[in-house]
């Protein structure tokens, strides 16, 4: 089944860090364009990063994300990560990962056709 897997959600205090991770099966991320997106409850979903294709250099963050949370891929493992550090709580949502195949990299999610099912991050103190 061709499917995205987010992992390494989790609560964590404010100023805390949590690395995320999105991974596939049957096919490989180093093809596409992979984006995070976050979304809190009653608020719409929200681009945080994307990474182009492993050929193509590029990268993109949502101004709220800037300085604090980087997008790499590891093609060795095949998987795509979201680092996030000085983690506040207007950051608690359910993050997605998401893949899409044609253009430059974007935030925005119309442009990402398979997703993943989320996991859930959470800063309280």
């Known amino acids: 089944q061709v499917q995205l897997v987010e992992s390494g959600g989790g609560l964590v205090q404010p100023g805390g860090s949590l690395r995320l991770s999105c991974t596939a099966s049957i096919f490989s991320l180093d093809y596409y364009n992979i984006g995070w997106f976050r979304q809190a409850p009653g608020k719409e979903r929200e681009g945080v990063a994307c990474?182009?294709?492993?050929?193509?250099?590029?990268?993109e963050y949502a101004d709220s994300v800037k300085g604090r949370f980087t997008i790499s891929r590891d093609s060795s493992s095949d998987t795509v990560y979201l680092q996030m550090t000085n983690l506040q709580s207007e950051d608690t949502a359910t993050y997605y990962c998401?893949?899409?195949?044609?253009?430059?990299?974007?935030?925005?999610?119309?442009?990402?056709?398979?997703w993943g099912q989320g996991t859930q991050v959470t800063v309280a103190s």
């Open positions: 990474v182009s294709q492993k050929w193509t250099v590029g990268t």
């Open positions: 998401a893949r899409a195949s044609k253009g430059a990299c974007q935030l925005g999610p119309g442009a990402y056709s398979l």
